[in-house]
């Protein structure tokens, strides 16, 4: 297992950008698959992104695609989501996560993840 730390969250306004970082300790971060969650009140954890451990390949979903961008350093063992055109409804708590599973059916659902971050609180404001 790997040890994940988030940060880079924080408030902005509709229409702004944030870039959450999640740094990872342990030797094997290149071989997981990583992933971006995101948990908002009242409502069940929902993927958001994902990136295959050569960094060619991700996943997004449909929600995200053109305004989230996932990436990754494997030198640095940190995965990034970039977000654009924040919106109120992206207010969240953002959590990363590591996988050993590489097909877009599991890399989408939270129970395939073995290790996950604290979290990091983004809010966007209207």
């Known amino acids: 297992q790997v040890q994940l730390v988030e940060s880079g969250g924080g408030l902005v306004q509709a229409g702004g950008s944030l870039r959450l970082s999640c740094a990872a300790s342990g030797r094997t971060f290149a071989s997981y698959a990583m992933g971006w969650f995101r948990q908002a009140p009242g409502k069940e954890r929902e993927f958001v992104a994902a990136?295959?451990?050569?960094?060619?390949?991700?996943e997004y979903a449909d929600s995200e695609k053109g305004r989230f961008t996932i990436s990754r350093d494997n030198a640095k063992s940190t995965v990034y989501l970039q977000m654009n055109s924040l919106k109120p409804e992206d207010t969240a708590v953002y959590y990363c996560a590591s996988s050993r599973y590489s097909a877009r059916y599991n890399l989408l659902q939270a129970n395939r993840y073995d290790s996950w971050g604290q979290g990091t609180q983004v809010t966007v404001s209207s």
């Open positions: 990136i295959r451990w050569s960094g060619n390949s991700t």
